[in-house]
């Protein structure tokens, strides 16, 4: 796993001067944001915001 969230952070950081890389990897980025290690941040209850 940690060789795949390097690879991701390197694909990050090239996509700005290589966009092509970030489409070439979008399905590490997909997975990387749906499995991401650390807390589970909570969610808030929906409504009005009051």
């Known amino acids: 796993m940690g ?3 390097d690879t991701a952070r390197r694909v ?7 966009p092509e890389i970030a489409e070439e ?3 590490l980025l997909d997975f990387m944001k749906a499995f991401r290690p650390g807390p ?7 409504g009005g915001g009051k």
């Open 3 to 5: 060789g795949m969230l």
């Open 12 to 18: 990050r950081e090239f996509a700005n001067a290589y």
């Open 25 to 27: 990897a979008k399905f």
């Open 40 to 46: 589970k941040k909570e969610k808030r209850p929906a």
